[in-house]
Every structure is written in structure tokens, then in C-alpha cells.
């Protein structure tokens, strides 16, 4: 399809349009973050922002879902599934790395072997738009060396390109072609084209911080016991700030909640730097340690990913690197394995 | 500041070297700009990497329990004439003594388990607040010099001045200097402002009832459960808290208002005499929860109806586990 | 200490904004039966008067 310009002005009421007609999840600033939120009537969407403090995961994946409810009666249990009804709805405005943490948990949500309604659902009522990074949000971004674009359209249905007084509207998907009303008759014309991947060439050099990521698989493949494990460990905290903000972070618990004759079975994100992670009914935990859960995490997101998915499980947002409060840097952490 | 980290590198040194310590928790640059991080040395070279500036921000206290308790645990199978004891230095400020107070007078280990090497503190810089001031945007480069904070940032060049970004609980703090240390590195530091410790609190319970239950309440959304107030914290080393208990299960998993607000709630009253005013908490938070305007309430009760500031000294034990027959107030006693 | 326990928790709703009335804490001895049915009685009605407790309470189903 056809690509569109539209006016850099044109942006925050195109969303407000758009929150009309269905639920719009947008970059809001809320007291001093920038989150991702449903747009409300008298709301101001926030695009004025480098990223957002948390991952847009969670309006496909909430903190916290009913999986199904369950109530006790005279006659017996009673059970009710949770429909996996979603509204239509727009995610307005996330950033190319977060665009593609979607395609990387649609891998896992969305498999041959597994398919999980809940996921899907929210996933496939909804219209991904990123706008590119032209310039790196942050000195911390490292996309590039994680199979990222900073403008890139991977996981994305529209992409909106900053290319001066106007975004160029990338119509990515079918889905995305849909909403191509909303952003007017101006098209596209060759020079906006040409622009654009001059801007894309420029932004993949703009990001200057790289890892071996691509380079450590076989050298996990290899190193298990490495003593090289018990050097991450050590100041962490055991609090779950990387894996809740990480993009494509996905473990979760479930558990049941019951009041009276009343229930329901919620599944909630669970985090691999938790000590109850993993812990099983009889008290035994096969991670006993926070060396344990460390290496979990790296070896989830840089091997098991690789080997069931073939794809790293990491999109270089850097939002772990820059929310830990003791600095533990993923950056880093791979840095070392690669000298292994 | 460079004096103090001179001398802090050298008695690392020398009591590793002398082996008065096993271990020494301090903090060493972190990998982003204007950060500083825990670290753990336990050769002699490595002392070199030891820091002392305003960006130390972490209580340690909290490590040195978690290492004590490793240890014995992992002595736990050793013959009782073979066991062997590890002594942990620690870099510690004001806040940092008053927590490691805390810990012998609850007999978490002994004194001489552990091995103070004190310092002065001038407070350390909230990050958070350091970028809103700054109007978020990110840090490249940084470095503090002459009470100025120098950054380069993708929004230009900017300058802040430290005592503008100082944390909330350093700029009242009554105990800036170390109150127990074996080893004491350079002279005291200055006073803060203590005497406006309460005023926040203050303020606060001036306001009516349903005003500070909204205040909570917005303050509790913030939360996501990541427990990074909970595990940073010194005072918090339940080995199973009431939170990871499943029967009962007090709390709920998941991010049910009530059941954040009951973590918070029971987590926060958990720290009467126990609340040192470290701040470690508050500069964790990824979402700037007010945790403090909170904390500061049960610091206020507890000098205020018991005469106790936690940690202050050794000889002064913990409030809740003294009574004092004629000063305690009776008036919350329900007398119809 | 109880008491302290008490003193500091009630003190600590309130300022959180859960009324201060709904921490009642007093001693009774087993051979006090009057004062033990007026305790009884006086909380009730505190209790009533304050209506439904809506703070903190789960909603499950």
C-alpha cells in the first residue's frame, strides 16, 4: 500500500481520533513516568518521550489476568472460563524495540505446540504503530546488536518515520491498512522515500552501544558450570525491576484466590530473580541460589530462546541496564561471557 | 572527597592484608555515567576500585547480613571445632552504623563479625529526582565537582547544583557521621538540617482523612511488586516474609489494589524502630512510590511516644521490645 | 511489647488514612464479665457507626 505523510503536529490528535472510535494505549506522563496507558476523553498522549519507563508488554500480557472463575454451589463446582474477548484497540506510538519484543512473544504465545488464547486475543485486536528512533533515545540503546532497527517495522502494523516536518506512514501489515483513514490523503512521494533511508542509515550508526550477543550462544552452549557464574550474583538484590521492565520477559504464576463460595484462577508475571522462582510444593528449589536464577536469566534470553525459537531474547531497550538499582549491566554480563 | 577515597583504598588494604577481614563490601564506579554500585573486595589489588562520593547511594548493612547468613548456613554441616568464622568489612556511613546497630541488637551476629571502617557522609545524589530536574533526559556523561553536577546529556549541556538533587533523607539527616567504626577515615562531616526532619510528616497530618488515604492509595498504584524496597532494605531479612507465605497467603500474588496496599502497609509497619532513614529504599523504587512520607511517620512515633531513634546507639534497645511503665501513653487503650 | 505494637499500629492507620476507630485494643480479665459485655457493646456500636469497612478490602468474583 501506498505510504502517507502526515503533519509532526497532526500526531497527538490522530491518536485522540482514534480514541473515539476504540481503546488506545499511549505514552502518558504520569506524575514523573512515562507510561503506557488507555488514552482517556480529556487525556493527553506524551510523545515528547525517549521511551516509556515500563514495556508496552503488558497490554497483551497484563500483570495480572483471570484466567477463569469459579464458584461453589449446592450442587457442586461451578466453572466459567474466562472469555478471551478483546476489544479493538490501538497501541499508539511504542518504539521499534519494544515493536519487536511482539514478534519475539508471539514465537512463544502464539507456537505450534501452544497456542495461549489470552495472548492471542489482545494481540490480534490490536494495531501496533511505532514511530522510529531517528536519533537513539538513550546512550544505553544497544538494538542494533540484538537483530533490532532503530526504524525498523519488525512486530509493528504502521511505522511513522520522523523525516523532518512530517512522519512518513509506513502501512506495514493488513491490519495496519486498515486504520490508513486516519492519516489523510497526503502520499508519500519518492524524496520522503529517500530520506527515510537516509534517516535509517544514519540511526543504525547513531547507536553506538554494541554487544556480542550473536557471539556468546555457542560459548553458553559450552559453559553451564563455569565458575564464571558466581561473578554476576553477588550485589543483586533479588527484586524483579530488570524482568517486570524487560520487554520480553514472560514467566508467570498462577494462583487462586477464593473468598467465601467465589474464586478465580489469575495467572500474574513472575520474575527469575525472585527466590520463590521455581520453588516447588515439597520446598525444594533446584534454583538455590541467585547464581542460579542469574544464569537462568542470561541463558534464557541468549540461549534457550536461540535453540527453541532462534531468535535472542532481547531487544536492546536497555531498560534493564538502566533501571537496576545495584547497575548490574546485561551489557557487560555478555561482554564477559564472549571472553570466556 | 579524593582524600577520604585515598585512605578508605589503604585501610581496605591493609586489613585484608592483615586479615582482619575476609571480605570488604564497598562501593566502585558503576558502568553508567554518575553512578556508583556495591562491590565486594577481597584481594588487596582490588581495593584500588573502592569509591567514597555522593553517589554511593545503597545501604550495605544489607549485605553484610546476607553474607553472615550465607556463611553460617554453609558451616551448618561443618564439625563445631572446625567451623570457621568470616569477618565482612564494610564501608559505612551514618545510616549504614545505624543499621548494622540494628542487626547485633537483634543478634543477627557478633561484633566482631564484622568490621566497620566509617565515613563521613555530605548525603548522596536522588537519581530519580536528578533526571526530572533535568527534564528526563539521559545522562552520556557526568562528573561532580565543587558542589556542581556537570553532565552532558541528549538534551544539551546542563549543570545542577548537588545540594538541589541531595536525597530527601539526606538533607534532615541527624546522623551523617558514623556512629560505631573500627576503623574512622577522615573528620566529621558538618551537620545537615535535622532539625526539619518531621516537617514533611507534619504537613501531612495536618491534612484530613480522606486526604491522606487518597494520597496513599495514588502513592500504592505506582507499585508494580517488584520488591526492590523490601530486598534492599537492611531491616528486612525475614528468611520467608509474610508476603511469600501460602497458608496462609496473607497477600495476593498478583496487582490487586488492596493486596499492594497490604504489602506496603504491613512491610512499612514492620519497621517500627527499625527505620534508620537510609533512604535505600526510596531510591530503588523504579516508580518513585513516596515510600518515605510514610516511613517517616513510624521514625516520628518512635521517638515521640518511646524516646527511640533505631540504631542510634547500642545501649538504646529496640522500642517494641522494652516497655516503660510510667512514660508509655495509654490513650490508644479502648477504656468504655 | 503489645501495647507498643498497638499504640504505633493505630497511630500508623490513621495517618495512612484508615479510620483510627477501627483499631480498638484494651484488656478484659476473665473475671470481669460486666466490663467485658460494655467493651463488647461500645465497639459494636463504634463499629456500626462507622459503616462498612471499604479500605483495603479485596474484591474477589
Not at chain 3, 484508615?18 to 477501627?22: K, N
Given at each position: 500500500m501506498e505510504k502517507s505523510l502526515i503533519k509532526k503536529d497532526a500526531l497527538a490528535g490522530i491518536a485522540k481520533k482514534m480514541a473515539g472510535d476504540f481503546l488506545v494505549w499511549a505514552p502518558v506522563k504520569k506524575e514523573d513516568n512515562v507510561l503506557f496507558e488507555p488514552l482517556q476523553k480529556d487525556g493527553e498522549p506524551f510523545f515528547a518521550y525517549l521511551n516509556s519507563k515500563n514495556a508496552p508488554k503488558n497490554v497483551f500480557f497484563p500483570h495480572t489476568e483471570a484466567m477463569m472463575k469459579f464458584t461453589r454451589t449446592p450442587k457442586g463446582m461451578v466453572f466459567s472460563a474466562e472469555e478471551n474477548k478483546a476489544d479493538q484497540s490501538v497501541l499508539f506510538g511504542v518504539r521499534p524495540c519494544d515493536a519487536h519484543s511482539f514478534a519475539l512473544l508471539d514465537k512463544l504465545f502464539d507456537q505450534e505446540k501452544y497456542k495461549d488464547g489470552y495472548y492471542i486475543a489482545k494481540r490480534q485486536n490490536t494495531t501496533v504503530i511505532s514511530i522510529a528512533c531517528v536519533q537513539p533515545p538513550y546512550a544505553t540503546c544497544f538494538c542494533t546488536s540484538v537483530d533490532g532497527e532503530p526504524v525498523g517495522s519488525e512486530g509493528a502494523d504502521i511505522l511513522l518515520v520522523d523525516i523532518g516536518s512530517d512522519y512518513l506512514v509506513e502501512f506495514v501489515t493488513p491490519k495496519g491498512e486498515k486504520l490508513a483513514q486516519y492519516f489523510g490523503d497526503a502520499k508519500a512521494d519518492a524524496a520522503a522515500e529517500t530520506k527515510k533511508n537516509e534517516i535509517a542509515a544514519k540511526a543504525v550508526d547513531a547507536i553506538t552501544s554494541k554487544i556480542p550477543a550473536h557471539e556468546v550462544k555457542p560459548i553458553l552452549d559450552k559453559n553451564f558450570d563455569n565458575p564464571f557464574w558466581n561473578t554476576i550474583h553477588g550485589k543483586c538484590l533479588a527484586c524483579g525491576t530488570c524482568t517486570y521492565f524487560c520487554p520480553t520477559c514472560h514467566c508467570f504464576d498462577i494462583s487462586d484466590e477464593v473468598k467465601g463460595s467465589d474464586g478465580v484462577r489469575i495467572r500474574s508475571w513472575d520474575s527469575c530473580m525472585f527466590p520463590m522462582f521455581t520453588k516447588e510444593t515439597s520446598g525444594h528449589n533446584p534454583r538455590t541460589s541467585q547464581k542460579e536464577r542469574w544464569r537462568q536469566r542470561t541463558m534464557h534470553k541468549f540461549k534457550y530462546y536461540v535453540d527453541n525459537f532462534d531468535a535472542i531474547a532481547c531487544v536492546g531497550c536497555g531498560r534493564c541496564v538502566m533501571s537496576c538499582p545495584v547497575n548490574i549491566d546485561i551489557r557487560k554480563v555478555v561482554e564477559d561471557i564472549s571472553k570466556l | 572527597m579524593e582524600n577520604i577515597e585515598t585512605k578508605l583504598r589503604e585501610e581496605a588494604k591493609r586489613l585484608l592484608l592483615e586479615k582482619k577481614a575476609d571480605v570488604i563490601i564497598g562501593y566502585e564506579k558503576g558502568t553508567l555515567p554518575l553512578t556508583a554500585t556495591p562491590c565486594f573486595i577481597t584481594t588487596p589489588e582490588e581495593a584500588d576500585k573502592l569509591v567514597w562520593n555522593n553517589l554511593c547511594t545503597q545501604n550495605l548493612a544489607k549485605f553484610v547480613h546476607d553474607l553472615i547468613t550465607a556463611h553460617k548456613n554453609s558451616q551448618k554441616r561443618v564439625k563445631p571445632e572446625d567451623r570457621k568464622k568470616k569477618v565482612v568489612g564494610i564501608v559505612a556511613r551514618g545510616c549504614t552504623t545505624r543499621s548494622l546497630i540494628i542487626h547485633l541488637q537483634e543478634r543477627q551476629y557478633e561484633r566482631d563479625e564484622v568490621c566497620i571502617i566509617g565515613v563521613p557522609c555530605d548525603g548522596y545524589v536522588d537519581g530519580k529526582g536528578l533526571k526530572v530536574k533535568i527534564g528526563g533526559a539521559d545522562i552520556v556523561e557526568g562528573t561532580i565537582d565543587g558542589g556542581q553536577i556537570k553532565m552532558k546529556t541528549s538534551d544539551g549541556d546542563k549543570t545542577v547544583a548537588l545540594k538541589d538533587v541531595l536525597a530527601e533523607c539526606c538533607l534532615t539527616c541527624r546522623f551523617n557521621n558514623p556512629i560505631v567504626s573500627d576503623v574512622l577515615i577522615g573528620s566529621p562531616s558538618p551537620a545537615m538540617n535535622p532539625d526539619a526532619e518531621y516537617n514533611a510528616v507534619k504537613e501531612f497530618e495536618a491534612k484530613s482523612m480522606e486526604e491522606r488515604w487518597a494520597y496513599f492509595t495514588k502513592e500504592m498504584?505506582?507499585?508494580?511488586?517488584?520488591?526492590a524496597c523490601r530486598q534492599t532494605c537492611p531491616s528486612c531479612y525475614c528468611p520467608t516474609c509474610f508476603v511469600e507465605q501460602s497458608q496462609p497467603q496473607w497477600v495476593g500474588i498478583g496487582e490487586d489494589k488492596s493486596d499492594t496496599q497490604v504489602f506496603q502497609l504491613m512491610r512499612m509497619y514492620h519497621m517500627v524502630g527499625r527505620c534508620v532513614d537510609c533512604g535505600s529504599c526510596v531510591s530503588v523504587c523504579p516508580m518513585g512510590v513516596d515510600l518515605r512520607k510514610f516511613l517517616k511517620k513510624i521514625d516520628k512515633d518512635g521517638w515521640e511516644m518511646f524516646g527511640n531513634r533505631a540504631g542510634s546507639s547500642m545501649e538504646d534497645m529496640p522500642p517494641l521490645g522494652r516497655y516503660d511503665e510510667h512514660h508509655?501513653?495509654?490513650?490508644f487503650i479502648f477504656n468504655p | 511489647m503489645a501495647r507498643r505494637k498497638f499504640a504505633t499500629l493505630k497511630s500508623f492507620l490513621n495517618y495512612i488514612g484508615?479510620?483510627?476507630?477501627?483499631t480498638l485494643f484494651t484488656w478484659v480479665s476473665a473475671s470481669e464479665g460486666d466490663r467485658w459485655a460494655q467493651v463488647i457493646k461500645v465497639a459494636t456500636e463504634k463499629i456500626k457507626a462507622l459503616g462498612p469497612a471499604k479500605k483495603m478490602i479485596k474484591k474477589i468474583g
Open positions: - | 498504584e505506582k507499585c508494580m511488586r517488584c520488591n508509655d501513653k495509654e490513650e | 484508615v479510620e483510627g476507630d477501627r
